[in-house]
């Protein structure tokens, strides 16, 4: 999440400042920080105007459709969810963006609505198609010390995973200015004021007027959790970039205080409206409820923050003790994908390429065996002697495999390399039956039915159909044997017993157990071991 | 707690770490596993050491969970052809570039390593991107004196320009020959690996552990391998480096890559 000290950290070096020009008397404003300040807040405004007018490369008539007022809907609806456990994923912002489309355009078919919200909601993400950062950014006129051309980095929404890893939408701190309406404000102040005329309104019995500045009211101490939590987030991502010492222990300090502060008056004014309440009555009481409700949710919103800058100077500590410590690789740079590793690796002769290509690919993969086997189920399972079967099934009950039509030369190449990817393990450590097909069915049933097939063929090969030779001995490994565990296997589609599917070196591991593949694949196996499967 | 106990601790968390598809506000386990990493010092320091002693490394422990990495030569080490059988070497060099392609997409500016937010791209824009890339090297290509000196081998480009896009297949997908099949693979190995998810209609959403795998090792070792190669190998500056990556093959001076990359950064 940015914020404004990282997007000023981020801004583009500068054109040579030119040659300070006389700025003219009346637009003498022009130089100053507010102005500056004025530029930005309003180029944050800049992706909804964009994707209002962009819209003629779309498939669908823009007519009825106000691409800005939908972002500001959306951006809304994100805001309002933000810091609780009900935040709002994509989809959840797609479909209530695409229903304020549908009430827009009532006959258009349902599948436009989406695309509008899709279209909005990609804009306010900086999705689109290009081939860019996912940050806006825009560059703007600086006339503070004669002219400088500046760039401006921001996010509005932003997906993030949440400890839990869900994937949720965020607003940046520039959203919630731009929900704002980009007021040039601090928000303390801001703040502190609305709560001066929310008090006199009450006091004055304007309860309509109270109820809209309540809302305000809530609105900012939105902006102001956005702003700490953006802070809080710099300080986690990267110690170094925020200046603790000075700045930021300040700034917390002051929202300490402020929110402290905040805590103190929406008590008052809270206690101020339930001493009045009995001698309220219909209309107004609701009014009067509703504008105390606003406030709850405000004061509910400031006692987190309090809580969590409480907790701050402990963010900061261990951060830094963590960010000290933490690995950092093979330098502490940082490059450009694109033009520092990309585009050089093109241009290399392709033997050269493919080394640093494939160093590239096999470290982004991370490590190779994200499931390594529970030694609590595998020890006792290579201890244990090789039973029969469970059951006593007589040979005709067990189901025949050959009932689908498809022969190996139908399969995909696609299926095929799905299924090898699933089996590649069991050449280096032996894997449990049942975990294959969980692994093949995140791919495709096809996937599942082929490794199921073939498992079941490298186990018992008496039931092979002449069409599924092919394919089988290619995916499991003649060196790889399988064996019955013992226990039962029983998914969704299948039960059986469990096999053990593993190298012969680890799963026959002294000279007397030693069993060559073709021992492996005679028929001594029991029938009953093969898997059945549930009618459906 | 015993010395016992406490390396149980640790391997149990390293254990899921290496499970990267569970997030650690998902396990109540292993969210306080975690928390005791992040707050408790002489936890930290069983965990890196049973870490190490496996060939692994901490890289990071972020908001989701702790994240680990194998050392070179690690039993945990990836290896395409561990995942895939008969690969030539031109397969193996457009699933390198593909992989690069997408990281180029996901981060094409240094800044962009930066933000820990998700990003979601497609198949398409990683063709896209990797084709627009081609045809420029196409454009300049006659212009380029030294293209001549390696006549008898193709430039990378070229293998990846020259494949077909999309072939179809029946069922649904695409063909492995096509650069639409590698891409769609190659996303479906990162979702494999705990690194993205599927969001569906051929979009995928790329995750914080992605980034940091990139920023922190991947992009890393392949400028270094980049370097190497690129680098003629009589370099005058002969400081040892102690953990150079290879420690046979002549490397280049890492420091300079570092510090020039840090200077590129810190802008």
Redesign the interface.
């Given at each position: 999440?940015?914020d404004e000290d990282a997007s000023a950290q981020?801004e583009?070096?500068p054109s040579a400042p030119r040659r300070t020009a006389d700025v003219p008397m009346v637009a003498g404003s022009v130089t100053e920080e507010g102005f500056v300040r004025r530029t930005r807040a309003l180029l944050r405004t800049a992706p909804l105007h964009r994707l209002a007018q962009a819209t003629s490369w779309q498939d669908w008539d823009s007519t009825p459709y106000d691409p800005r007022v939908l972002s500001l809907a959306a951006i809304d609806a994100v805001i309002a969810r933000m810091g609780f456990a009900t935040e709002l994923s994509?989809e959840d912002v797609l479909v209530v963006v695409a229903e304020l489309a549908r009430i827009a355009a009532p006959d258009q078919p349902e599948d436009e609505h989406l695309k509008v919200a899709a279209y909005v909601l990609?804009g306010l993400?900086n999705?689109r198609?290009r081939?860019?950062?996912?940050?806006f950014a825009l560059t703007y006129s600086d006339y503070s010390e004669g002219h400088t051309r500046r760039e401006l980095?921001f996010?509005l929404l932003?997906?993030?995973?949440?400890?839990?890893?869900?994937?949720v939408l965020e607003a940046s701190a520039d959203a919630v200015n731009v929900f704002r309406g980009g007021l040039n404000l601090r928000v303390e102040d801001a703040q502190m004021a609305m709560e001066l005329v929310l008090q006199a309104q009450l006091e004055r019995g304007d309860l309509d007027e109270a109820e809209v500045t309540a809302e305000q009211n809530q609105r900012l101490s939105y902006e102001m959790g956005a702003q700490i939590r953006a802070l809080l987030?710099a300080t986690r991502?990267?110690v170094s970039r925020v200046d603790w010492k000075g700045e930021v222990l300040n700034q917390l300090d002051r929202a300490r205080e402020h929110v402290g502060q905040r805590i103190m008056v929406e008590g008052q004014i809270l206690a101020h409206l339930s001493s009045g309440d009995e001698a309220r009555e219909g209309d107004v009481k609701e009014k009067a409820q509703r504008v105390a409700s606003l406030l709850e949710v405000c004061l509910r919103e400031h006692r987190r923050l309090h809580e969590r800058l409480m907790g701050a100077s402990t963010v900061f500590l261990?951060e830094q003790?963590?960010q000290e410590?933490?690995?950092?690789?093979?330098?502490?740079?940082?490059?450009?994908?694109?033009?520092?590793?990309?585009?050089?690796?093109?241009?290399?002769?392709?033997?050269?390429?493919?080394?640093?290509?494939?160093?590239?690919?096999?470290?982004?993969?991370?490590?190779?065996?994200?499931?390594?086997p529970r030694l609590s189920d595998f020890i006792p399972m290579l201890l244990r002697q090789r039973t029969p079967g469970l059951g006593d099934e007589d040979d005709d009950d067990v189901p025949d495999f050959s009932d689908s039509d498809d022969d190996v030369e139908a399969y995909?190449?696609?299926?095929l390399?799905?299924a090898?990817?699933v089996v590649?393990?069991t050449r280096?450590r032996p894997v449990r039956l049942s975990e294959l097909l969980d692994?093949a069915r995140?791919?495709d049933p096809?996937v599942e039915e082929l490794v199921r097939l073939s498992v079941l063929w490298s186990f018992a090969p008496e039931y092979d159909d002449d069409e599924l030779a092919g394919a089988v001995v290619d995916l499991i490994d003649s060196d790889v044997v399988v064996i019955a565990t013992g226990d039962i296997l029983e998914t969704e589609h299948w039960t059986g017993d469990d096999l053990l599917v593993g190298p012969a070196t680890l799963l026959f591991d002294d000279d007397a157990n030693m069993v060559d593949e073709e021992s492996t694949r005679d028929a001594d196996e029991p029938l009953d071991a093969e898997e059945t499967e549930l009618v459906s | 707690m015993t010395v016992a106990a406490e390396a149980g601790k640790a391997a149990e968390l390293i254990g899921f770490a290496l499970q990267p598809k569970i997030a650690r506000g998902a396990d109540e386990r292993y969210g306080a596993l975690w928390s005791d990493y992040r707050t408790d010092e002489s936890f930290r320091d069983v965990v890196e050491a049973v870490a190490n002693g496996l060939g692994l490394v901490v890289i990071d422990a972020t908001d989701q969970g702790l994240i680990v990495a194998p050392m070179d030569k690690s039993p945990f080490s990836f290896r395409l052809a561990d995942y895939q059988r008969g690969l030539d070497s031109k397969k193996r060099m457009l699933i390198g570039l593909v992989h690069l392609g997408i990281a180029a997409v996901c981060y094409p500016k240094e800044v962009d390593l930066e933000d820990d937010i998700v990003i979601r791209r497609t198949a398409e824009q990683v063709e896209r991107f990797l084709r627009d890339a081609c045809a420029r090297l196409a454009e300049g290509d006659n212009r380029d004196p030294e293209a001549g000196e390696e006549a008898d081998e193709t430039a990378a480009w070229r293998a990846f320009a020259t494949m077909p896009s999309s072939i179809r297949m029946k069922k649904g997908g695409y063909a492995a020959d096509c650069t639409m099949g590698i891409i769609t693979r190659a996303f479906d190995w990162l979702v494999a690996q705990g690194m993205a998810r599927d969001a569906g209609g051929g979009t995928f959403q790329l995750l914080d552990r992605y980034r940091v795998q990139v920023r922190e090792l991947a992009g890393h070792a392949a400028l270094e391998r980049l370097r190497s190669l690129v680098t003629p190998e009589h370099h005058e500056d002969t400081a040892v480096d102690a953990d150079a990556v290879d420690g046979d093959t002549p490397t280049v001076d890492d420091d300079d890559l570092d510090d020039e990359m840090a200077s590129e950064g810190a802008r």
């Open positions: 999440m940015d981020s583009g070096t994509y990609d993400l999705n198609d081939n860019d950062s996912q940050q980095r996010f932003v997906e993030k995973a949440r400890p839990d890893g869900q994937i987030d991502s990267d261990s003790q963590r410590l933490r690995f950092r690789g093979h330098g502490l740079g940082l490059f450009s994908c694109a033009d520092q590793v990309l585009a050089p690796v093109l241009e290399l002769r392709a033997s050269a390429a493919e080394e640093v290509a494939t160093i590239f690919a096999e470290t982004v993969l991370g490590s190779r065996s994200p499931r390594l995909d190449p696609t299926i390399d799905a090898a990817i590649a393990p280096e692994q995140a791919w096809e | -």
